[in-house]
């Protein structure tokens, strides 16, 4: 029989997917030019000022994207109380990301100049700065949608901004020759661009501001201050060792190392897509008491995403020696080795990925928090050990086990928190408790 609602959930994915897809193939066009007009120096530079623009974007954004999706989700059916979220999501987000670009811009000499010896980094820093308010803004954006289910216009949005990025930032590389300030301003251009024309897809749903609108906004800037705390806690996992190996290494090594993580996002890619679709559909299912559809979404989701990477990742294990070469040049065949221990980690913690958005969902964003805080601390130890002992080989291998360990630790709390009061209370007797 015709399932409509598995259906809509398969559309939802090819979308999400086809979003993240087109992210993905913009990153590496984007790593493949700056790669063959910069060499490894000029990536690892541009590297550097992009990861810190992706920590400063989680700030800015203060996660009332992702308290908008968990809300809107949850009262699908009340459509003044979605147009009081959304009015006061954008305004939060507007405020936060204003706050955000004023302070890199103030402070880009300090993180240029004392923390990686870089001055070159100042000017690059202070252009990011203003595109901080437009992405928070987005950001907004694109959670309500994804709580509306709109996965169609979700993923508009997010195509529209990686083409965007990819065709400036090869007119300013390539044809102007602009170098790494080139690189910096095509993404930085489009993300003002989109940022606002985004906006027009949540104009339906604002409204004049008024004090019910102000208690909203606290509510989720309460929810997003504990999912800002974790997702920037959770880039640490995945972040902090390109900006260690900034800082105790040179630019070109950041270099090598960025080409190793441009395979680990194609292993990934898959699960964020799926993630972006099964948040919605768990706090929804979480709503309405749902414990047993929610644990059912949970077990089919982690065993057909695990199925596939585990694939992916054999390829790229394969091949990989072969394919740097071929889509970079021999200069960068450096990151062969780290990409190898890399995904040891990124494999197991894939599968993870895939249904990651599950504590937030059913609000234990206070947990996620402190999950996401030992990990990455676990993880900046590792990496400040073992880079200036063993280099790359020390990052992937602190980033490997810091990913294998914070799938594990959020698996067991998954498990624990998606049953029902009934199922928790029959677990307990089971184990003689």
Same mark, same amino acid.
């Given at each position: 029989?015709?399932?409509? *609602? ?21 990153? $590496? ?6 790669? *063959? ?15 810190? %623009? ?99 216009? %979700? ?16 007119? $300013?590389?390539?044809?102007?020759? $602009? ?46 201050? %504990? ?197 928790? *209370? ?8």
């Amino acid at each position: 029989m015709f399932n409509p *609602k598995f259906s809509k959930n398969t559309k939802d994915i090819q979308w999400s997917f086809l979003s993240l897809t087109t992210s993905s193939f913009a990153h $590496l066009f984007l790593r493949l030019v700056l790669s *063959k007009e910069l060499g490894p120096s000029g990536l690892g530079l541009y590297t550097l000022v992009f990861t810190i %623009y992706m920590f400063g974007m989680q700030f800015a954004g203060f996660g009332i994207g992702s308290a908008l999706t968990r809300y809107i989700a949850k009262y699908n059916e009340d459509f003044p109380k979605i147009k009081e979220f959304v009015t006061s999501g954008i305004l939060g987000s507007l405020i936060s990301g204003s706050v955000m670009g004023i302070l890199l811009y103030l402070f880009s000499s300090i993180i240029s100049n004392q923390l990686f010896h870089n001055p070159q980094m100042t000017n690059l820093l202070e252009l990011t700065a203003l595109c901080f308010p437009f992405i928070a803004m987005q950001k907004a954006v694109i959670g309500t949608l994804n709580g509306l289910k709109e996965m169609k216009w %979700y993923a508009i949005v997010n195509i529209s901004q990686n083409v965007l990025v990819m065709v400036v930032s090869f007119v $300013l590389v390539m044809l102007l020759k $602009l170098e790494v300030r080139g690189a910096v301003l095509g993404f930085v251009i489009p993300t003002i661009l989109v940022g606002i024309v985004s906006l027009t897809f949540t104009r339906d749903f604002l409204v004049r501001p008024t004090k019910l609108i102000n208690t909203v906004l606290k509510e989720i800037s309460g929810f997003g201050f %504990y999912v800002v705390l974790a997702n920037s806690i959770g880039m640490i996992n995945t972040q902090v060792d390109s900006l260690m190996i900034g800082y105790f290494m040179d630019e070109a090594s950041v270099g090598y190392y960025a080409v190793a993580i441009i395979f680990m996002q194609g292993v990934l890619l898959l699960p964020q897509a799926v993630q972006s679709v099964t948040t919605p559909s768990i706090a929804t299912y979480y709503g309405k008491g749902g414990f047993y559809n929610i644990r059912q979404l949970l077990k089919k989701t982690m065993s057909n995403v695990f199925a596939i990477v585990i694939c992916i990742s054999l390829i790229l294990a394969i091949f990989g020696k072969f394919l740097i070469p071929l889509l970079f040049t021999e200069e960068f065949l450096p990151a062969y080795l780290p990409m190898l221990i890399l995904l040891i980690g990124y494999s197991i913690y894939a599968t993870y990925a895939s249904i990651g958005g599950c504590l937030s969902s059913i609000g234990r964003v206070q947990m996620v928090f402190k999950i996401d805080a030992i990990c990455a601390g676990l993880n900046t130890v590792l990496n400040f050990a073992l880079i200036p002992q063993f280099g790359l080989i020390g990052a992937a291998s602190a980033t490997s086990i810091s990913l294998i360990f914070t799938t594990l630790i959020n698996l067991h709390y998954i498990r624990r928190y998606s049953m029902g009061d009934k199922d928790r *209370k029959g677990l307990r007797c089971s184990e003689g408790i």
